[in-house]
């Protein structure tokens, strides 16, 4: 599925992976973040080449990143990234079965995002959806001014909403 994609995924990666460590530093909670790291960027990879996050990534995110959050033994980080990982997660799937526009797959990957972004702080994820969503529409508008043809045609969510993660990471670390 992404081994036409491993250089750019490697690329993102190593560029993002840096941010992170150089943001929040070395400690016991990094593996965590790095590991959500190469999976947004496996997953942006995928969604802007196929239009989907497949189940074959997200699913195993959750009991990995679950495990890594769990090695520094912060139980009220542990219980906001919880918390967030399921109102993010129930929020999207509603999202996705009411309003049309975003997929299953995005409310997979928001769950994800609840997890690590949750456990930074609540005002960290706040700021890393409200800028996925304005990014994404503000994105559709240009894209529709420029190309007609474009009105109407879905745009992948996937890399506004694991993008804005990264960057709240990147904004929110210690």
């Known amino acids: 599925m992404l081994r036409q994609d491993r250089l750019p995924v490697a690329a993102a990666f190593a560029v993002a992976g840096s941010a992170v460590l150089w ?46 959050l769990a090695i520094p033994l912060d139980g009220t980080a542990y219980l ?32 994800l995002v609840g997890l690590v972004v949750g456990w930074l702080s609540w005002a960290a994820l706040l700021q890393a959806v409200v800028l996925a969503y304005v990014s994404a529409g503000l994105f559709a508008v240009a894209r529709a001014l420029v190309d007609q043809s474009a009105r109407g045609r879905p745009v992948a969510f996937g890399p506004f909403l694991l993008g804005s993660a990264m960057l709240a990471v990147v904004l929110a670390g210690s």
């Open 23 to 68: 943001r929040l530093g070395p400690g016991a909670e990094s593996p965590a973040f790095l590991a959500f790291t190469l999976l947004a960027c496996g997953l942006v990879a995928c969604d802007l080449r196929l239009m989907r996050l497949p189940n074959s990534l997200t699913l195993p995110g959750y009991p990995v990143l679950a495990l890594l």
């Open 80 to 111: 906001r990234a919880s918390l967030a990982m399921t109102v993010m997660l129930i929020a999207h799937v509603l999202l996705a079965l009411t309003a049309g526009g975003l997929g299953l797959g995005d409310a997979k990957a928001a769950g």
